[in-house]
């Protein structure tokens, strides 16, 4: 029994974990701290918004055409069956597409979704996860994108091909 003090309590609760819970709260924790940004990100990464900070999802190279990023697995992102929620693995791939389309765009042109269909070819529960993306073929309104996602082994984890609208700020 605690005395009240909220970190007597909280040790005592950790203390009453299964390994698996205890994984899935330290997962928010990090996920916590790194929204916060007390946690900087990784030298040769970039922050790209508050929904990929707090999944973990960085930046690591962009240029017109191509973009890759990076993402450390987190056990608080896991789905019922113990494995990476493919929404953190499908948003990875969004962001990827964006900053791909986005990097060869002119100032004040800006890109959006218009669709995504991703195929989920293995389960992950560790490791890095890394987005590779490359514009297909792009116009003055549409781009054709593709991407891998691959784990620090090589292994092809998920695939994904969408389209991103360009438009003008103003207009």
């Known amino acids: 029994m605690s005395d009240g003090r909220p970190q007597e309590e909280l040790r005592a609760a950790i203390d009453g974990l299964s390994e698996g819970r205890a994984r899935t709260l330290l997962g928010w924790l990090r996920s916590d701290r790194r929204h916060k940004q007390d946690?900087?990100?990784?030298?040769?990464?970039?922050?790209?918004?508050?929904?990929?900070?707090?999944?973990?999802?960085?930046?690591v190279a962009r240029e017109p055409g191509h973009c890759r990023m990076r993402l450390e697995v987190n056990?608080?992102?896991?789905?019922?069956?113990g494995v990476l929620h493919g929404g953190v693995i499908y948003t990875m791939i969004d962001y990827?597409?964006?900053?791909?389309?986005?990097?060869?765009?002119?100032?004040?042109?800006?890109?959006?979704?218009?669709?995504?269909?991703?195929?989920?070819?293995?389960?992950?529960?560790?490791g890095?996860?890394?987005?590779?993306?490359?514009v297909?073929?792009?116009g003055r309104s549409v781009a054709f994108v593709e991407s891998k996602v691959t784990d620090d082994q090589g292994r092809l984890?998920?695939?994904g091909s969408g389209s991103m609208f360009i438009f003008r700020a103003d207009g």
């Open 75 to 81: 056990p608080a992102f896991f789905n019922p069956n």
């Open 136 to 138: 297909v073929k792009q």
């Open 128 to 134: 890095t996860l890394t987005a590779e993306t490359h």
């Open 39 to 59: 946690e900087p990100v990784a030298a040769g990464e970039q922050s790209i918004g508050p929904l990929a900070d707090t999944l973990g999802i960085t930046s």
């Open 157 to 159: 984890i998920a695939t």
């Open 96 to 126: 990827s597409m964006g900053g791909a389309v986005q990097a060869g765009l002119p100032e004040g042109e800006h890109c959006a979704t218009i669709e995504v269909k991703v195929s989920y070819l293995a389960s992950v529960r560790e």
